[in-house]
């Protein structure tokens, strides 16, 4: 017997040993939606680990369908957890009921192929087209919200992702195109199995130095005032310098003379007006105010003035897509899904019910 195998089952076993370490790790933080898509994402490349180890497929039985579905329930996992990490106004309870409709009958056509047909239909070769597509639209996530992201830790996993996507679906490319008996080779599946250890290895190390940073984690809720924040109040941060604060006053200016209502507002362009470097500018923010994204800053101020608008018998004739013009939006949609994410209403739901309360 070849010793390649049993050096892959010898990884393999190390690798069910760094996720269980994993495991433990997490669950000392706090409860959150997003340790619990660790926790699975964690317990869908255990299943990987198990399907692909070199042992006859017989010696399986009906567990082969469980593996099944764990492991080919990791992009999802991967796709959710990128979204939930990196878009910070993101509310899957809010998304329409059509689209949840559409979820569920997806979950038990994924169950069906998987669980019962074992993957022998060509439903599995969808639900890996699906998952492909699934990497890749989290890989544009990552890069979409790049410029607007406030935090310098969560700007560079950006990168890294960016790249681990790139290289996955370059090798995964070269991988289908190669000969069939090299794909089967069993050094495919030791190298399967060592980067999959050099990969859970990384994770412990970076989960082991990991702090809770209560500023870079805040919610929405706990997000400072968008209006302008007082002298006294910036004098009690601790951390800010002279010229911090100095910085945080001028952008307290530019907030109270409506700055943010200009066309095409970047960090970038306000670090320009404010005439100093983007990544204090972005610091800051993050710092004094609890935000993480440059558009939610801008969302939150602009919104506000929007509901103002709509609820002043002044404006009752001023046509809606004027408002969001106004503020500083391109067109209307994005200023209806802002509206909506912010206060659970249409623009023009919001003004009914003004209107209906006079």
């Not at 497929?57 to 996992?77: I, K, Q, S």
């Not at 941060?237 to 700055?259: M, N, R, V, Y």
């Amino acid at each position: 017997m070849s010793l390649i195998p049993l050096f892959d089952i010898l990884i393999r076993m190390m690798v069910l040993g760094q996720l269980l370490l994993l495991a433990v790790l997490l669950a000392r933080e706090p409860a959150s939606t997003i340790k619990t898509l660790k926790l699975a994402i964690g317990l869908s490349v255990a299943g990987l680990v198990m399907l692909t180890a070199p042992i006859a497929e017989e010696h399986y039985g009906l567990l082969r369908n469980v593996l099944l579905l764990l492991t080919d329930a990791f992009a999802l996992l991967f796709w959710l957890l990128i979204r939930y990490l990196f878009e910070d106004d993101l509310h899957p309870a809010r998304w329409p009921r059509p689209v949840k409709l559409m979820l569920g009958l997806l979950a038990l056509v994924y169950f069906y192929a998987l669980g019962v047909q074992a993957g022998n239909s060509p439903l599995h070769d969808i639900i890996h087209a699906v998952g492909l597509l699934l990497i890749v639209h989290a890989g544009y996530i990552a890069f979409r919200g790049f410029a607007d992201d406030l935090v310098d830790s969560r700007r560079r996993a950006r990168i890294m992702l960016i790249l681990g996507i790139s290289l996955y679906s370059t090798v995964l490319v070269v991988f289908e195109l190669v000969d069939e008996r090299y794909r089967n080779a069993e050094l495919f599946g030791l190298i399967n199995a060592s980067i999959l250890l050099l990969a859970t290895t990384v994770a412990v190390a970076r989960l082991f130095h990991l702090r809770y940073d209560p500023v870079s984690h805040k919610s929405a809720d706990a997000r400072k005032s968008v209006q302008a924040i007082t002298v006294d109040h910036l004098q009690q941060i601790p951390a800010l310098s002279p010229a911090e604060l100095a910085l945080a006053q001028a952008l307290d200016g530019f907030i109270e003379q409506k700055g943010y209502q200009q066309n095409s507002l970047t960090i970038t362009t306000l670090a320009t007006q404010l005439d100093c470097p983007e990544h204090r500018l972005r610091l800051l923010i993050n710092q004094t105010r609890g935000y993480r994204n440059f558009n939610s800053l801008l969302n939150d101020l602009r919104i506000d003035d929007a509901m103002q608008q709509l609820a002043d018998p002044a404006y009752d004739s001023t046509p809606i897509l004027s408002i969001a013009l106004g503020l500083g939006y391109d067109s209307i949609g994005p200023f209806n899904r802002a509206f909506k994410a912010k206060t659970g209403q249409t623009p023009s739901e919001f003004r009914r019910s003004v209107q209906n309360r006079r």
